[in-house]
């Protein structure tokens, strides 16, 4: 029996309405099938808590199995957990703050729309997070390989001549973090699929899928960048493997 379909979800950055859209559009999903998101739930977005609580709740809602990847985004509040990271939560830019207010049950922010002194002390150190969300970020997977391809937040690491298979990755910052023009022009060997760079970064001149359209999904022979743009003025995209058919929240 040969192995069933993934279908990899880009980044969602609590976009809960494209979310929703985008698992209406999914076939049926059956046992032999997985469902998986590559990480960065949320910040930037209006409900990054409604995410959290719909990814969470996919595994009683589907035959499929539901992988769940740690982002860049998971990872740098959960540094604010251990050890208090201001140096990322608390810039405009990266979206932190709409999380704060969503998980308070506050409004959105508005764009220039900063942080009081109290919120600030608490974004800082993650401590409005409830209990169990810190608990189910520290479950989130670095990557996940299966017949298909490999899966992973931001992409993998050169050393010496080669590219490194995640598993040898000792630090895995460069998995979730790493932004190299290098991977995105030059890499060789098993598909990868990942996100946390914005599409229209990539070199989507090599790309096969809608090379005319610097929004869309990047794919080549051996990468799918699959980033375009949830929560930040974009739409979210996943890529269906093996056969590479695109669907998304337009």
């Not at 998986?36 to 609580?53: E, I, N, Q, W």
């Not at 942080?115 to 996940?144: C, I, N, Q």
Request: hydrophobic share 35%; charged share 25%; aromatic share 10%.
């Amino acid at each position: 029996m040969g192995a069933g379909r993934t279908i990899a979800v880009g980044d969602v950055h609590g976009d809960l309405k494209g979310l929703e859209t985008l698992l209406s559009r999914l076939p049926v999903l059956d046992e032999g099938d997985t469902l998986l998101f590559v990480g960065d739930y949320v910040d930037r977005g209006p409900d990054p808590a409604g995410v959290v609580r719909r990814v969470r709740a996919l595994p009683k809602e589907t035959a499929a199995r539901v992988i769940l990847l740690r982002g860049n985004h998971e990872d740098a509040w959960l540094k604010a957990c251990r050890e208090g990271a201001p140096e990322f939560v608390l810039p405009r830019g990266n979206g932190c703050y709409t999380t704060y207010r969503s998980f308070t049950g506050g409004l959105p922010p508005e764009r220039e729309e900063d942080p009081t002194a109290e919120e600030m002390r608490s974004m800082a150190t993650g401590t409005f997070f409830p209990a169990d969300v810190v608990e189910w970020m520290k479950t989130l997977a670095y990557f996940h390989e299966d017949e298909h391809a490999i899966y992973v937040h931001a992409g993998l690491p050169f050393e010496g001549e080669r590219w490194l298979h995640p598993s040898e990755v000792k630090d895995p910052r460069p998995l979730l973090w790493q932004r190299s023009r290098t991977f995105y022009q030059s890499y060789e060997g098993k598909r990868v699929v990942f996100g946390h760079t914005p599409v229209k970064r990539l070199p989507q001149e090599q790309s096969t899928f809608t090379p005319g359209d610097p929004l869309d999904v990047f794919l080549t022979g051996g990468l799918a960048g699959i980033d375009t743009g949830a929560g930040m003025g974009g739409f979210l995209s996943a890529i269906e493997l093996p056969g590479c058919r695109v669907i998304d929240s337009r």
